[in-house]
């Protein structure tokens, strides 16, 4: 055994000892696997509903404001970290699999109860990685809770609120993988972002807008300026503000429309190749290999990473204790902030920041004077726009290749999969290995096109803005999630109508 998969076979007897949610023994029913989903769900929002205990809501600064929809959490709730810790857990193991670092072969049932065992203890270990640095720097406990048991005391019950919140979502996202349908990374994410998209799109709350009030959703704020404004002062503001003016302008519902209807097409876009039963004659079926093959993880992690990004830059910043390192501390070509804000102003983490709607980088270059933010010009928004396109383009294609290496979607775990079902290519020998040459010719060019797909429609609704501050990520993760649920109840119904299914989706 190799040195470095002997070494994560010590520390799995310790993870092991971690709570876990028991896998079925058997098949479990559809109905039963909806209800676990449900289930999960509502406690998911109820989770987002309550607040850490103690926390000073009136000084606390979300860091992951920007990235909000992706981490699928909410502020000052016990859901702060989101899925944060999970995902980079993820990231940290898939690339050092799929860099040969850590030698484990995940087709091997051993290997992969150790590489799921192990994540574990990496998500207890990114947990506290996470919540550290935000309790000490931007969550404080309220002054009660400081008079009862010292700022320490109260920083620490924070923090112990931020671990037991997150670890819960962990083990609820066993449980929609476990005994549910799909994953519970991803109706987590499409929970949170369908709940911005509707209330972007159907808030009639009244906002301040400065000079006027108007309702905060796109629709009731369109009904509004028309039976509202006259036709002079329409055309003097009411048009500018309404198509592109905060919050939630119509050109942002119009970008998130076309969004869903692209993606909605490209999921439906595959190459589906013949396929023949090898003792049943007469019995053909089809494998599909998607154009967004790589599905919408390359985006999630991709994102994530920035998310990362952004955080350190601003404890780099801003925190009292980091932003006194020499070179890196208080460095505004790292990244500048702004007292209150959580986005980046300046520096590199700008350059990295994902733009919000065309108001920030379109009408500046445009218009410099009126849209202009002081700092910086014209050719600089589009060396950021360039650089966040380009960055999120070339990352979801690097994640893309690692995840389908990681997950079993590669050429040859494909042809073992279809070899094992008892299907064959027509006019091809029933051997693995010729059908991994034939899949060779699609599987490697697809996975690049998915990544680079997936990271530049990403990349461009958040240029064109989305409505509820959903950004572009969520909106398209949230389409493809939900496009892919329909497809797993899809599975889930035909494996339970017809149970030879079974062997050949994977099911128990």
Known sequence: MEETQSLLYKIKPLSDRLPSVKRPEGHVHFRTKMMWVIVVLVLYFVMTNVYLYGLDRSTMLDIFAQYRTIMAGASGSLLQLGIGPIVTASIIMQLFVGAKIIKLDLTKRDDKACYQSVLKLLVIVMIVFEAIPQVAGYLSPSAGLTGAVGDIGGRLILILQLFVGSYIIF???????????????????????????????????????????VPGGTIPRAIYYVFTLSPAEMSSYGYESLFLGSPNPVIALVGTIVI????????????????SHGNARGARGRYPIKLLYASNIPVILMSALLAIVSMVALLLYSNNFLSGIPLIGHNGA????????TTAAGGLAWYLSAPTGLVSWLMPIIDPATYGDGIHGPLQHLAHVAVYFSVMVMGSILFAKFWVETTNLGPEAVAKQIQKSGMQMPGFRRDPRVLKRVLERYIPTITIMS?????????????????????GTGVLLTVGIIIHFYEAMG??????????????FGGE
């Open 260 to 275: 869903f209807f692209v993606v909605a097409y490209l999921e439906s876009t595959r190459i589906e190749l013949p396929l």
């Open 171 to 213: 083990m609820m996202d066993e449980v929609v993988s476990k005994w549910g349908i799909g994953s519970g990374i991803s109706l987590f994410i499409a929970a949170g972002v369908a709940q911005q998209l509707f209330t972007g799109t159907f808030n009639w709350e009244m906002v301040d807008m400065g000079s006027m009030e």
């Open 491 to 504: 599975r889930e119904q035909m494996m339970e109508m017809n149970p030879m299914m079974r062997g050949f």
């Open 334 to 341: 790292i990244g500048y902030f702004v007292d209150g804000s």
């Open 451 to 471: 990544g680079a797909i997936v990271g530049a429609l990403a990349a461009f609704a958040d240029m064109v803005g989305t409505t509820g501050n959903a950004s």
